[in-house]
């Protein structure tokens, strides 16, 4: 017997936590690159990262097991936070004590889909929530052109 | 720490808003949900499944019991499955083919054939008595219609599935 089975890949996973999280923002581009090269730029949190967002000046990975890291970030208004993320092919989230991100991707031909969240963890969720989402919707696709474009570097 | 005791401190801090815990609950629910959803919604099941986890976060803090959360998502998914399925109206509307007892031989091949004839209520009706094994009160109590409804549904079902598969 074989009954269909429907599958969500991660790009709509991550649209689901969009709808999840109050205020998050998502944003999405096909890219012209292979999965490999989009997930070789995604998965290099610490190079890679403070180059396509513009508020981290760097980031440190402090922990790894398995799939499950911590990092600690720096941000040029002397943000300092300390994330906890999941990370493997094609899926991660980053959560910090008021921050959540989240990128994902999948292969769609020679392309790939990459998709980008931005949103507030509570307590700040309902309080900065919906400026956040206005500011989530203006500044993740811009988050995603710049991933884009540091994909198109290293290829 | 048991699989429950995991999963209640899961929904627990999604229900509290935070971002990885909601990710792992969608880790945990998507094969449960694409399962539900792929015999209702067939070429819509990605949509109803993404419908589905959405409706799942909406009403999650109004999800007492964190063990019943696969109970609960179920009735979630089958709602949003023949609520996609209906939406696209992909279904044929032919006259009603009607389904196996549960058990039955005719089942032991590809379903997908017999599915795309029946309407998104009949294929809820069969996906959750012969995947689910549930029981006709069950069912009629989750897809709210009197018991009565999907016994007779079942019942003439089977007659002429029979015809139709041997065709």
């Known amino acids: 017997m074989s009954w269909p089975i429907a599958d969500l890949d991660a ?84 959560r910090s004590r008021f921050l959540l991100g989240a990128m994902a991707a999948v292969a769609d031909g020679d392309h790939t889909r990459f998709a980008f969240l931005a949103g507030a963890q509570l307590p700040v969720q309902r309080v900065v929530g919906p400026v956040l989402s206005v500011v989530g919707r203006w500044s993740a696709p811009r988050v995603v052109a710049r991933f884009g474009e540091r994909v198109a570097l290293r290829r | 720490m048991s699989d429950e005791t995991e999963l209640t401190a899961l929904v627990r801090a999604a229900q509290r808003g935070d971002g990885l815990a909601m990710a792992g609950l969608i880790d945990v629910l998507t094969p449960a949900i694409g399962r539900w959803c792929g015999p209702i919604a067939l070429q819509d099941g990605p949509d109803a499944t993404q419908e589905a986890l959405i409706a799942v976060f909406r009403g999650l803090k109004g999800l007492a019991e964190p063990a019943a959360l696969f109970g609960w998502a179920r009735s979630i998914a089958v709602r949003e499955a023949v609520r996609v399925a209906r939406r696209t109206a992909r279904h044929r509307t032919v006259e009603l083919v009607d389904l196996p007892a549960p058990g039955d031989p005719l089942l032991a091949v590809d379903i997908a054939d017999v599915l795309e004839r029946l309407t998104p209520e009949h294929r809820a009706v069969l996906m959750l008595r012969e995947l689910d094994g549930l029981d006709e009160r069950t069912i009629a109590g989750l897809l709210d219609v009197p018991a009565g409804t999907v016994k007779s549904r079942l019942s003439r079902a089977r007659r002429s599935f029979r015809k139709e598969w041997a065709r």
Do not use: K
């Open chain 1, 11 to 94: 790009v709509r996973r991550l649209h689901v936590l969009a709808g999840a999280v109050p205020g998050a923002a998502a944003a999405e581009s096909v890219l012209p690159a292979s999965f490999d090269q989009v997930w070789a730029v995604a998965a290099d949190l610490e190079g890679e990262l403070p180059r396509y967002l513009p508020d981290v000046r760097s980031l440190r990975i402090t922990r790894v097991d398995g799939d499950r890291l911590e990092a600690d970030a720096r941000g040029y208004a002397g943000l300092r936070a300390h994330f906890d993320i999941v990370l493997r092919p094609g899926w991660c989230v980053m």
